[in-house]
């Protein structure tokens, strides 16, 4: 009579792996360092300075129609754009200019305007300041702005 004794087989024991896996966790978190962010700095004011109340920076309104462009509520060329710009920008290097078209004026009369700005922005600036900071919103977002508040904030701007 023979007897069918199997051969043991190999494997690993992971009765406690479960353990070891904890005790790792455990491990890492306790020497685990974080870096601490520095938040902003500020710098507060003094005593000894002048304790002006900050005024509200207006932007500088480009409106482009189909049949005309409107500066600050001004009827002006594109050309005379720089012109108008030079004395706000001196004094206000960061003031925004910001450049809406209306939805029926053509593209071509948008980029004439944009063109001019850009004289502003380039390396070969002949003039004494540069445009900084130039939006152009979109139609959706002046829709969504339209929702939310009832008015185009473009259209209000000169109606004042």
């Known amino acids: 009579m023979k007897i069918n004794k199997k051969a043991p087989e190999a494997e690993i024991p992971t009765a406690s792996m479960a353990d070891i896996a904890f005790l790792l966790i455990i491990f890492f978190m306790v020497t685990t360092v974080f870096s601490a962010t520095k938040g902003l700095e500020l710098s507060l004011p003094t005593q000894k300075e002048d304790n ?10 480009l409106h482009v129609y189909p049949d005309r462009l409107l500066v600050d509520c001004k009827p002006m060329e594109p050309e005379q754009i720089l012109d108008y710009l030079e004395p706000i920008l001196t004094v206000n290097a960061t003031k925004p200019v910001i450049l809406y078209t209306d939805p029926e004026a053509k593209y071509r ?35 969504e702005y339209i929702q939310l508040f009832g008015l185009n904030p473009f259209e209000a701007q000169c109606a004042q």
């Open 52 to 61: 002006k109340p900050a005024e509200a920076e207006e932007a500088v309104f």
């Open 109 to 143: 009369d948008m980029v004439r305007v944009y063109d001019q700005l850009a004289v502003a922005r380039g390396l070969d600036n002949p003039r004494p300041f540069e445009i900084k900071n130039v939006s152009i919103p979109t139609q959706s977002e002046v829709q």
